[in-house]
């Protein structure tokens, strides 16, 4: 418990000026989280057989998040746009190889960090940088943090208590998201109402929490996938995809959500 402990609370050290030092820093921390976690990925599936255009796939990354700066709120209308284009840089680097085998999977595997950690992140800056976005972005922040906390609480303590080794804790990763993001919605609301009402808060945090818990285990599924795809080839942990994958992926969650709400 203690060492997943540790790389949470370096995650909240480096949030923290982010959030509170405005949307030029939520930037450059979100792109360091994820360069890196989509790195993390690109590394995971890299095999002899398989190469993604990971040059194409970390600028698009880089592109988003730098839209999601610019544009703000708007920033979801010219999402697709790099999305498609850097489709199609990633098809023009694997004609211009001269292996062009498994060209199908190798912009699979192009694509996957992009859409999965890039563009998430990117709405993370376009919270902070809308109108109200220091709000979003704390309120935000608390909810995703505290359902990843409790879901990881709960998952050990119940582990800690069993009598025998449980290979499934779904439940229990679910549960303790719930909790904790419930936790956090009183807090939003006691510290940030309005626009965060009763209804609002809690309906956020029971989205989240799901989204939260179906991110991780998504993750740790895709991990598992590949390392036992290949048994004999020992690969580095993905520590800060491990740890930011649910939290990212329930971005977009919170701001349509969020919207809708409010509109």
Avoid at 5 to 33: C, E, R, S
């Amino acid at each position: 418990m203690v060492k997943r402990a540790a790389p949470v609370l370096l995650l909240l050290a480096a949030l923290a000026p982010a959030v509170f030092g405005g949307a030029l820093a939520m930037l450059f921390v979100a792109m360091i989280v994820a360069v890196i976690a989509a790195g993390e990925l690109y590394r995971l599936v890299r095999a002899p057989d398989l190469l993604p255009a990971a040059t194409v796939g970390l600028a698009a990354v880089v592109a988003l998040l730098v839209v999601g700066y610019e544009r703000a709120a708007r920033a979801p209308e010219s999402f697709p746009f790099i999305v498609a284009v850097a489709l199609f840089l990633s098809f023009v680097v694997m004609l211009l190889r001269r292996n062009r085998s498994q060209v199908t999977r190798a912009v699979a595997a192009t694509m996957i960090p992009v859409v999965c950690v890039g563009l998430p992140s990117a709405y993370v800056v376009a919270m902070r940088s809308a109108r109200g976005g220091y709000t979003l972005a704390w309120v935000f922040v608390l909810i995703a943090l505290a359902a990843q906390a409790g879901a990881s609480g709960v998952t050990w303590l119940v582990r800690r208590r069993a009598l025998t080794p449980r290979a499934r804790r779904t439940w229990e990763h679910l549960g303790g998201a719930l909790v904790g993001a419930m936790i956090a919605a009183i807090a939003a609301v006691a510290g940030a109402s309005p626009p965060f009402t009763w209804a609002r808060a809690l309906i956020l945090a029971a989205l989240v929490a799901p989204t939260v818990t179906a991110g991780d285990l998504a993750w740790e599924m895709v991990t598992d996938d590949v390392v036992r795809a290949e048994p004999g080839v020992k690969r580095q942990h993905a520590v800060v995809l491990s740890r930011v994958g649910g939290a990212l992926l329930s971005a977009p969650v919170f701001f349509y959500v969020f919207r809708a709400l409010v509109s």
